[in-house]
């Protein structure tokens, strides 16, 4: 499957965002995803988790309560809502997709990823 991320940007502290991670093919459904991001000097880390059928979802303690995973399988689309973004929330956001059937926080778990999309909070 492959993935394009967006919906990334510059914004307040405080403020909101929502990432879309569009994927092709007609097995997307097929897949559970996920989120990671990645500071500068840092590496790719667990965002949120969610199951092929949306209902299971999985977060980091450090998003819990203020990011939530969704997709729309009859869009091939997966979202992230951001919301009371903080300056520590800065990074490079990437979808990836797994096969996996249990839920899986490991990046070496994703086979397909996405490019990846800046996200800047500003304090």
């Known amino acids: 499957v492959q993935l394009q991320a967006s919906g990334g940007g510059l914004v307040q502290a405080g403020g909101s965002l929502r990432l879309s991670c569009a994927a092709s093919?007609?097995?997307?459904?097929?897949?559970?995803m996920g989120w990671f991001r990645q500071a500068p000097g840092r590496g790719r880390v667990f965002v949120a988790h969610i199951s092929r059928s949306g209902g299971i979802t999985t977060y980091a303690d450090s998003v819990k309560g203020r990011f939530t995973i969704s997709r729309d399988n009859a869009k091939n689309t997966v979202y992230l809502q951001m919301n009371s973004l903080k300056p520590e929330d800065t990074a490079v956001y990437y979808c990836?997709?797994?096969?996996?059937?249990?839920?899986?926080?490991?990046?070496?778990?994703?086979?397909?990823w996405g490019q990846g999309t800046q996200v800047t909070v500003s304090s």
């Open positions: 093919g007609r097995t997307f459904s097929s897949y559970a």
């Open positions: 990836a997709a797994t096969t996996s059937v249990i839920t899986t926080t490991h990046p070496r778990d994703f086979g397909s």
